[in-house]
């Protein structure tokens, strides 16, 4: 594919983030000469996906192809850079191509264009907001729309007599976009070339002929060769599915295939035309053809704006999606229902097929003969009295595929209710596309009335069944689904006869509001709330304004671009695998379990080592130091040898000169297993099988049996809280390099920790001093957490593999691989037993809190410890009583995450005082929260202060109290859509371990600093020359960071937990100070010199130009057995207001406002802070509302990538999103009076929850059910959906005992 290529012509700004078209990472732009039109298109499209024979006589364009800071930099790069829209920029390069592509097509886009063109570039680190401004920028027209207007960003302050009005970013500064300066499509390519391309690879041919005889001919001769066109099917099978295709025909040049001819009846569409070419046709004819004749185009345009990404539909082909025959495939079951039919082609002749029940016929299977090819689709107009509809309803908003899908056509006799005809196909009921023909039967012949449709319902219910164990599980969700879809065609065709001259009755009245809702809705999608950018607000975060006597070059306090941004958004940013290849290098692929728990019987490698490149097999044997790494008392095997406890654990590694050489090697290796019994993966498996790490930690404050005795009310509930992925955008990398003598190694990796690597991973597994290692990172595509234990094991098997060989070694995880063997977030089991007085006082809480740890102990009881140490969140609770547990199943080790068992934490305190506040159907969360002098359950002091400020400036800015009404009337006047608020506060603790740096002052004046933090996106750096300008009151122009190194900087604490900048700031503060000290008595000798005079006469005067800063920290501890110490340094507060609109026949939600009110002290970076604020909320609003993993019964992921495993996209960032700053907020164990603010934000994310469960709450009261009710995250669109208890539901039975396709762990 034309990634690799890149690669190999080492244009490294293209980046490769999942490989299967679903992250955008490798977005380039592909240009063509069209010979028909004589114009040349632009498009993007997805670079791990596009083979490189497909482009002959095309143009690629890369980021590096746009600008580049050694000449010019292209107005997308430097906006996007500028609004802060680049925190790790391992998305960025995709981000930029998307929006290049489209202003190269469009110069003064729509917001809804711009949202279009980001839909499918995820991003794990920004929240999307700022990367949605810089683009905004581009958007000329203010589009005003309700009372959202598209304007630049203004700041709001609250307080007055500033003396400068900070923004995020100057906007009136940027480069102008001139569409003129843009590169011209190589005139060479525009020649055609008549003759049949032949390519030949190491197993592979590809054949392009240019004509369909010539096509023809090879399909009647090869059968078996697929045609390939957009290769996003046949692409991600040859990838995952490791499918080999001898032979590939392309049909891109033969012009048949892409015609387009309009007739009496409809038009015919070329079945090589692309999604996005189908949509632009069918857009352009719907305004020129009368609106009765249109139904079905506009279900068609409805359905392809939900399909995919825009580079999935500017290079997947109609025919392509059709004969693929997708289960799930959002097209054919329109294209059926609309009577379309496809012609079809081969030696034997030409014919129509029409596009029916009888045309699919299995997965993946349509009745077509192999040697048929598709010519062209045609698609009918609409008759009078005639409509289509097509509904659906995903996981995501947008690029996800459904879970169910519908095309839905009835035809009326003419000026009657009386159904002529009527077709309904699903996808995602089976293993195709499939027609309820005995639910249209049903309705065939009859009034469309309320009778008739009831009798569907039921018909249909019966029609559609699904084994409880179906394939891609949901199945009480889908089964309703049906029903719900069914209603909402309904709904719409009530709405519609309305029109016809005949009289109808009245609408039922509950179902009125819906309607009026489908009027309204300008993009009637799958959830009829308007996902559109037009109605996203502008965030106005508070900022902090500077001391009025600040220096206007000190930088601190003030709003600075990441330091890296400007070379992450030209892609010349430097990850671990865009280092050079070096001579003889090798690549390292492991071969991992396939088995949860069993015995190894045999290891077989020979078959791999025969195979070409393939180089050694790396084993435990291989280990010349220390093959487990000790944990909390536990081992963990770096290679297993002789058991295995977990799919996905690593068993060997196999090393060869390529990529694809090792990949092929590690499918050769055979390994047997003898399996043994009861494997365990739930936590209640673990529970009943009292399967713990130890210790298991209890913790008890005041009496709570006896204060159980004296509450008005006692209430037990439960959450559970799902795993999550870190989902890093750049995948576990390393580079371990063999200097070649006196065993020395060079270490280059993405790691949060580069002691641990140095001394405990790679100098401990090969036996030797620590001195020999020298560990580089130059920054992180993202961590989360996830890149300090998990690296280590991998950085120590790569070192082993170098040691053996001695030759640098290269492992770079692919994400299906680094979802598998890498864990993720604890799931937690949280239990609750609360007794609470009738006025709302909280009086005692009994907890009991499981996580599943997995098959290695990893950080798991410290995170258990974290959980017990957050059991009050903000609640003052006389008598609590707290019990976790880690619990070890035959699962792959969970690990760190952001906010480290925090978020899981906090999540059943507030689920509890919800419950409460359910219970007794009034707010109770303020009425428990500390307040005056407090002190914590383990005895730290505090005042709640700015906790309560933070309440209180949070209410008022969201204007709660008027919204919780308006929600509540709105509530009341709607039946199927409800509205959701909540307000949730947080108090999560810092604590600051020490740190370390090295400044250096060149004789040029140019200072470098080095200090024990690593860079992952959250602008460490930035902030840290932020530090060093104020010092050495210095420009940041004069001061670099090159990379976090052990050489420089030893014995180095993670990058984790918050304190980074805490820590390392302090230690950079002071090795500064030195150093401005030591220039004292030359600056005063020569006040008025220049920093460049004074540093030379330093030179001249034998002064020592490098000094090392250190910073001690606070000494924390925590006693466990007398319940008191002082864990933490500082609590960071928080208030969040969350708004959402929930479909409750799908379960789809709108976040449709938030705003955040943070206490993080004096910010040193603002506009670096909100970015974090922002990044973490959307993070958390993906673990508690979208972010689903699934493991098999047998214990095997999956989800492991982005088709199966939804993180946020821009379709999910709160359609008003406003963050605020608290003002003057000090903290004293901190650096310039910052606070820590990576983490803590991640559970603000938890509002998005509880204002969901708020509108399932008015959902079940319309069901006549009241009280609390259990709600597990992520609150998908399932478990939303099925907790309304909506009539539909009610009508799906609930099956009785089977095994589940996937398990709750
Ligand atoms: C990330 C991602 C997200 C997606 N999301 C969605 C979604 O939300 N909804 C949805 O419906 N689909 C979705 N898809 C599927 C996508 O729409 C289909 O893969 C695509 O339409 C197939 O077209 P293609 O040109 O890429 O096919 P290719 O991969 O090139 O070919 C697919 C198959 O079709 C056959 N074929 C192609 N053209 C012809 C022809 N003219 N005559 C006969 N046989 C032919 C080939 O022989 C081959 O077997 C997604 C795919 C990806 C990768
Ligand atoms: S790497 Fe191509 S889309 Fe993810
Ligand atoms: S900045 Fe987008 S993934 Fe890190």
Not at 196 to 203: D, M, S
Not at 1220 to 1225: E, F, H, I, W
């Amino acid at each position: 594919v034309l990634f690799l290529t890149l690669i190999s012509v080492r244009l490294t700004g293209t980046k490769s983030g999942c490989g299967g078209g679903g992250c955008g990472a490798c977005t380039v732009m592909v240009s063509r000469y069209q010979p028909a039109t004589k114009t040349i298109v632009h498009y993007s499209a997805n670079a791990c996906l596009l083979p490189v024979c497909q482009l002959y006589g095309a143009a690629i364009t890369t980021v590096e192809g746009i600008g580049s800071s050694k000449t010019r930099i292209h107005p997308v790069q430097e906006r996007i850079a500028k609004a802060h829209g680049s925190q790790c920029g391992f998305c960025t390069p995709g981000m930029v191509m998307s929006m290049y592509a489209l202003l190269r097509n469009k110069p003064k886009p729509t917001m809804d264009d711009i949202t279009q063109a980001l839909g499918g570039n995820l991003c794990r680190c920004t929240g999307y907001r700022p990367i949605v401004d810089g683009c905004r920028t581009f958007c000329q027209v203010r589009v005003s729309l309700c009372c959202f207007i598209i304007q630049p960003l203004k700041i709001h302050f609250l307080q007055p007599n500033l003396q400068e009005k900070p923004r995020l970013f100057d906007q009136e500064k940027f480069l102008p976009l001139d569409p003129t300066q843009e590169l011209i499509f190589p005139p060479e390519l525009i020649a055609a070339n008549p003759q049949i391309l032949t390519f030949h690879g190491e197993r592979m041919t590809w054949v392009s002929p240019t004509s369909l005889e010539e096509l023809v001919q090879f399909r009647a001769k090869n059968s078996k060769a697929p045609l390939v066109m957009g290769n996003t099917n046949i692409g991600p099978d040859i990838k995952f599915k490791g499918i080999l295709h001898p032979l590939i025909i392309s049909p891109m040049r033969v012009k048949e295939l892409f015609e387009v001819s309009e007739g009496a009846d409809g038009v015919w569409v070329g079945a090589g035309s692309s999604l996005s070419e189908l949509q632009s046709l069918l857009e352009k004819m719907v305004p020129q053809l009368p609106e009765e004749k249109t139904e079905l185009f506009r279900a068609l345009i409805q359905q392809l704006r939900n399909l995919g990404s825009l580079q999935i539909r500017n290079v997947a082909s109609l025919g392509g999606n059709i004969v693929s025959a997708y289960p799930n495939s959002d097209l054919n079951p329109v294209l059926a229902a609309g009577n379309c039919k496809v012609k079809v082609i081969s030696t034997g002749g030409s014919r129509e097929v029409p596009l029916n029940q009888d045309f699919f016929v299995g997965f993946g299977k349509t009745i077509l003969k192999p040697e048929d090819v598709v010519v062209s689709v045609f698609i009918p107009f609409t008759r009078k009295g005639e409509y289509v509809r097509a509904l659906r309803q995903a996981p995501r908003k947008e690029v996800s595929f459904a879970t169910v899908t519908t095309g839905m056509r009835v035809l009326f006799s003419e000026g009657s209710r009386v159904v002529q005809e009527v077709s309904l196909y699903f996808g995602g009921m089976g293993p195709t596309t499939i027609n309820a023909t005995k639910t249209c039967k049903a309705i065939t012949g009859r009034l469309w009335d309320e009778e008739t449709l009831n009798q569907a319902y039921d018909a249909l219910l019966e029609e559609l069944d699904l084994p409880p164990s179906a394939p891609g599980g949901k199945v009480e969700f889908r089964r309703s689904l049906t029903l719900s879809l069914l209603f909402k065609f309904n709904l719409e065709v009530l709405q519609k006869l309305k029109e016809l001259p005949e009289k109808l009755q009245p609408l039922p009245k509950e179902i009125q509001p819906s309607l009026q809702d489908f009027q309204v809705s300008t993009r009637p999608s799958v959830i009829h709330i308007t996902n559109t950018w037009q109605y996203f607000h502008n965030a106005s975060p508070l900022l902090q304004h500077v001391p009025k006597d600040q220096d206007s070059q000190d930088p601190v306090g003030r709003p600075m671009m990441h330091r890296s941004a400007i070379s992450q958004a030209t892609g010349e940013a430097v990850y671990c695998d865009d280092i050079p290849k070096t001579d003889g290098e090798l690549f390292m692929v492991l071969v991992t379990s396939s088995r949860a728990h069993a015995k190894i019987t045999s290891l077989d490698v020979s078959e791999a080592l025969k195979l070409p490149g393939v180089v050694d097999v790396i084993t435990a044997n291989d280990v010349p130091g220390k093959k487990a790494r000790p944990m909390f008392g536990y081992e963990q095997e770096l290679l297993a040898e002789n058991q295995v406890f977990c799919v996905g654990q690593t068993v060997c590694a196999v090393l060869a000169d390529t990529k694809t050489h090792a990949k092929r090697g590690a499918a050769a290796v055979k390994i047997t297993y003898e399996d043994l019994p009861d494997p365990i993966f739930t936590i209640e498996d673990a529970i009943e099988k009292s399967s713990y790490y130890e210790p298991r930690r209890m913790f008890a404050r005041g009496d709570v049996t006896e204060a159980f005795k004296t509450c008005d009310r006692v209430y037990e509930g439960q959450i559970r809280l799902g795993g999550q992925e870190h989902f890093y955008m750049e995948p576990q990398s390393m580079l371990v390099v063999p200097v070649g003598e006196e065993k020395e190694f060079k270490v280059y990796i993405s790691t949060q920790w580069p002691t641990l690597i140095q001394v405990h991973t790679v100098a401990e597994t090969l036996d030797i001093q620590s001195n020999r290692v020298t560990c580089h990172v130059k920054r992180l595509g993202g961590a989360f957490g996830g890149k300090v234990i998990v690296t280590s094991v991998l950085a120590s098997i790569t070192s082993v593999a170098a040691w053996k060989t001695n030759r640098a070694v290269r492992c770079v995880l692919e994400r299906g691989e680094d979802m598998l063997i890498t864990g993720g977030r604890h799931p937690v089991l949280g239990k609750y037993k609360v007794g609470f007085m009738n006025d709302g006082r909280i009086m005692a809480v009994d907890y009991y809190y499981y996580a599943n740890a997995g098959c290695f102990v990893d950080e798991s009881v410290l995170i258990s410890e974290k959980i017990l140490l957050h059991l009050d969140n903000v609640y003052n609770i006389p008598n609590m009583r707290g019990h976790s547990a880690a619990c070890r199943t035959n699962l792959p080790s969970n690990t760190a995450f952001r906010g480290f068992g925090v978020p899981q934490g906090l999540l059943v305190v507030e689920n509890m005082v919800n419950d409460v506040a359910m219970a007794l159907g009034r707010p109770v969360r303020e009425v428990n929260m500390y307040k005056g002098p407090s002190a914590t359950h383990y005895k730290f002091e505090f005042s709640p202060e700015n906790l309560h400020r933070c309440w209180e400036l949070c209410k008022l800015k969201s204007d709660y109290s008027a919204r919780r009404q308006a929600v509540d009337q709105f509530n009341q006047q709607n039946r199927w859509r409800k509205k959701g608020i909540a307000l949730i506060p947080i108090k999560v603790s810092v604590g600051v371990c020490q740190a370390g740096a090295l400044v250096h002052i060149y004789k040029d004046g140019s200072v470098l600093v080095t200090h024990g933090g690593t860079e992952m996106g959250q602008g460490i750096h930035t902030k840290m020359q932020q530090v060093a300008s104020r010092e050495l009151h210095i420009p940041t122009s004069k001061i670099f960071l090159s990379e976090t190194s052990t050489g420089t900087v030893p014995n180095t604490c993670p990058s984790a937990a918050s304190f980074g900048t805490d820590a390392n700031g302090m230690a950079v503060k002071e090795a500064c100070e030195i150093l401005y000290r030591r220039l004292e008595p030359i600056r005063l000798k020569d006040p008025k010199g220049s920093w460049e005079s004074w540093i030379k006469e330093a030179h001249l005067q034998k002064i020592s130009l490098s000094a090392t800063g250190f910073f001690r920290g606070e000494d924390l501890y925590y006693d466990w057995e007398k319940m008191e110490g002082h864990p933490y340094s500082y609590f960071t507060f928080g208030v969040c207001c969350s708004e959402v609109e929930l479909d409750c026949l799908t379960g789809d939600y709108r976040t449709l406002r938030t705003d955040i009110v943070m206490d993080i002290g004096r910010s040193i970076n603002p506009s670096v802070d909100i970015g974090q604020i922002e990044g973490a909320f959307t993070q958390g609003l993906g673990l508690y509302t979208l972010e689903e993993l699934k493991y098999s019964p047998t214990g095997i992921l999956y989800s492991r990538g982005p088709s199966q495993y939804k993180i946020p996209g821009v379709c999910d960032v709160p359609l008003k999103f406003n963050v605020y700053l608290l003002p003057d907020s000090y903290n004293p164990h901190a650096i310039y009076s910052s606070k820590g603010i990576g983490e803590p934000t991640l559970f603000l994310g938890s509002s998005v929850f509880f204002a969901i469960k708020d509108a399932v709450t008015a959902a079940r009261s319309d069901s006549g059910l009241s009280g609390p009710f259990f709600l597990d995250t992520p609150a998908t669109p399932e478990r939303a959906c099925l907790a309304c208890a909506s009539p539909f539901i009610k009508k799906v039975d609930k099956p009785g005992s089977f095994k589940p396709w996937a398990l709750d762990i």
